[in-house]
């Protein structure tokens, strides 16, 4: 049986990262032959290994996953990488593609993996039409006219000599700490863990969903979808409780007319 060939092409590295091990692990047959950071260097790299797969990021520089797709006709399999985004999955779970979802999900990668591995057992041709990509492009034109700054949707940290990739739906907290922001979330089976990154909480701010993440002291941000309640103190102060973990955060003078009854 000829061997199975693939190309990852997406413009940030851990996620490269990521999916090459979740690869890996859940398909070792599959040969990764090459990777790219941009749509150019994805088309380039196709034209000279011509793999069998293209996982292909919808957002990169240069050209867009689908620009490269178009190129590539119906010469590969394609499986599109898009950001959480009601355009993006409405286009694509209306459509015959397969797509993953950013940051990968065990479930949904083994399901395309899956139909991928049918389609090669049976020898089916890869479904790339013109019109069909066309129609993908035209169903995307929402999310690609949108703002380009998405809300951060997942914070990367050095945990235990790898990266993991925290989704901020499961932080309760960030806490400036010198140079650095300790992130604090809830990790596997809810249970309580914390990490150390270099970006400040400044800049992790600005990236956050101000409608999710609310500044309540000058060293402190917390998520409100994991907020208790908030107690007073003295000179105009207050504590704030999380539902799931013991800390109680103070709230300073500043910000305490986010909490004041309406």
Not at 23 to 33: D, F, K, M, T
Not at 72 to 86: C, E, K, N, Q, S
Not at 175 to 184: C, F, N, R
Request: hydrophobic share 45%; proline share 5%; aromatic share 6%.
């Amino acid at each position: 049986m000829t061997a199975v060939t693939a190309l990852i092409a997406d413009d940030e590295p851990l996620l490269r990262e990521v999916l090459r091990s979740l690869l890996a692990r859940h398909w070792p047959e599959l040969q990764i032959v090459a990777e790219a950071r941009n749509g150019v260097e994805a088309l380039e790299r196709f034209e000279a290994l011509r793999p069998t797969v293209c996982f292909l990021d919808v957002h990169m520089p240069g050209l867009s996953g689908i620009e490269v797709a178009q190129r590539i006709g119906h010469r590969a399999h394609l499986v599109f990488i898009t950001a959480y985004d009601h355009y993006a999955l409405q286009a694509f779970e209306h459509g015959v593609f397969d797509y993953l979802v950013k940051p990968v999900q065990l479930e949904r990668l083994a399901q395309t993996l899956a139909r991928l591995q049918q389609r090669l057992r049976l020898e089916q041709p890869a479904v790339a039409t013109e019109a069909l990509l066309q129609q993908l492009a035209q169903q995307l034109q929402p999310a690609a006219s949108a703002p380009a700054t998405q809300p951060l949707r997942w914070i990367r940290a050095a945990v235990g000599g790898s990266v993991r990739l925290i989704p901020v739906d499961d932080i309760d907290y960030l806490k400036s700490d010198e140079k650095y922001t300790l992130v604090a979330w809830r990790g596997d089976s809810g249970r309580h863990a914390e990490a150390l990154i270099r970006t400040s909480l400044k800049a992790l701010l600005e990236q956050l969903d101000p409608a999710q993440f609310l500044q309540v002291h000058r060293a402190v941000v917390v998520n409100l979808n994991a907020v208790s309640h908030v107690t007073p103190d003295v000179n105009e102060k207050a504590n704030l409780h999380f539902k799931h973990r013991p800390e109680v955060l103070p709230v300073s003078r500043t910000y305490l007319h986010h909490f004041k009854a309406e």
